[in-house]
């Protein structure tokens, strides 16, 4: 059996010790991997009623089914905690090539429980696991922090996953970033991992990830998929490097266009990037700020918020430097911007026009085209791959692949039952 390396690893921080765990197979057949096992894990072990910066909430990181195999766009993870923002189960999808390196390391999950004393980061070289003191880097930015570990670490193919200043000061709309670049956003989980005194992961694996049926597999995806990739194995490379006034970043993708572009009324692409890639440094989640932003913007134009109360940062629509400021004052908690920390639906609700947030359960939404498909997509979330895949993949290609892969027998039914069974559970949890 394929794509699975039928291993957790379970770190307490409280007690600073590790462990391998088997995975559970037959979670694993209906709950397939990523989204799927990790919240069904969460459902089994967090308590209802606990408290998303309590030490009793876990974090559960979970590579797909696919993740570091042959399939297209299978460079994905999932990563479940309590949200702080939404108070309920959250799973925030990320890209690049640290789920993929998590499997080479031979791991399917890791579980992060406890908190520890003081800050650390987790340090993964295949079956060497280490805790290490992150006291030095504790106060960076997400790229410093990042730079650092590796360097320590002296192994060029490991990726790292950290927090910024936001995650540490548990602004409700923290991420954490990995490979510099991307975002484990949405519901504040980056705040989950300040909470616990936890700085960051650097993981590297050496190993590989089978394919139960490799010719099969080949027959599968001999359809003309391009070289190019942004993210693992990634045809579509959603998102381009672009170098600005500050390095090197990434260019804009259409969640962050709407978010800065047509919320906040930023027109030109440089500033647009810069806007971007600061909430990235910061360890933002650019799709809230630019939510909560407008949210503020639209207060402005009301009244509701006082001339004082922006100690002299304009916060109005197009006002490029206005906007970096804000971000900047989110990120630290300072001032108005400790209030926008709360994310969209606590700061409009704080003035007395909760309408104005953009939110569904008190996430900030993204202005992008929805699918009604809602049990394709945990499927999809669950396998590793990106959503951006569905523009190009059926049902019936998803089946072949995962069957594949691991040399299940699944029907188109039986797959999309695992997605059901994903989204029925969350909706229990929530």
Not at 102 to 129: C, N, R, T
Not at 213 to 221: G, R, T
Not at 236 to 254: L, N, P, T, Y
Not at 300 to 321: A, H, M
């Amino acid at each position: 059996m394929g794509g699975y390396t039928r291993k957790i690893l379970r770190i307490n921080l409280t007690e600073g010790k590790t462990g391998i765990e088997p995975l559970n197979m037959e979670l694993a057949r209906k709950y397939l991997g990523g989204r799927g096992l990790a919240g069904k894990m969460f459902f089994d072990e967090v308590a209802a009623d606990v408290q998303a910066f309590a030490p009793e909430n876990k974090i559960y990181i979970s590579a797909g089914v696919l993740t570091g195999t042959n399939a297209p766009t299978s460079g994905r993870f999932t990563v479940v905690t309590k949200s702080p923002l939404k108070g309920a189960v959250s799973a925030a999808n990320p890209g690049g090539d640290w789920g993929v390196q998590l499997k080479l390391a031979g791991y399917d999950m890791v579980i992060l429980e406890g908190k520890a004393a003081y800050p650390v980061y987790i340090s993964i070289k295949d079956d060497l696991v280490k805790i290490r003191d992150a006291s030095q880097l504790w106060g960076k930015d997400a790229y410093a922090a990042t730079e650092a570990i590796k360097r320590e670490f002296g192994d060029p193919p490991a990726r790292v996953l950290a927090i910024g200043p936001a995650g540490e000061n548990l602004v409700l709309m923290a991420v954490f970033l990995n490979d510099l670049h991307r975002a484990a956003g949405r519901s504040g989980v980056g705040a989950v991992m300040g909470a616990k005194n936890l700085k960051a992961l650097v993981v590297r694996g050496t190993g590989k990830v089978d394919e139960a049926n490799p010719e099969k597999m080949k027959n599968v995806l001999n359809a003309g998929w391009g070289k190019k990739d942004a993210c693992y194995r990634c045809p579509i490379a959603c998102g381009r490097q672009k170098k600005g006034e500050e390095g090197a970043g990434r260019s804009s993708k259409g969640k962050n266009k709407s978010g800065f572009a047509a919320a906040c009324g930023l027109r030109d692409h440089e500033a647009i990037h810069a806007a971007h890639d600061l909430c990235d440094k910061l360890g933002l989640d650019f799709i809230a700020v630019g939510s909560t932003l407008a949210t503020g913007m639209e207060l402005v134009q009301r009244g509701s918020i006082r001339p004082e109360e922006l100690e002299g940062t304009l916060l109005e629509y197009g006002n490029t430097q206005g906007i970096r400021e804000w971000i900047r004052k989110i990120a630290y908690a300072e001032g108005l911007g400790a209030q926008m920390a709360q994310g969209a639906s606590e700061f409009a609700a704080s003035y007395g026009h909760p309408e104005l947030a953009l939110t569904a359960k008190r996430t900030e939404k993204p202005e992008m085209p929805a699918s009604d498909l809602q049990d394709l997509t945990a499927v999809i979330d669950s396998l590793g791959m990106c959503q951006y895949s569905s523009a190009m993949l059926g049902l019936a290609d998803y089946r072949a692949i995962v069957n594949a892969v691991t040399g299940f027998d699944y029907t188109d039914a039986e797959l999309l039952a695992c997605g059901e069974r994903i989204g029925d559970m969350e909706r229990v949890k929530i």
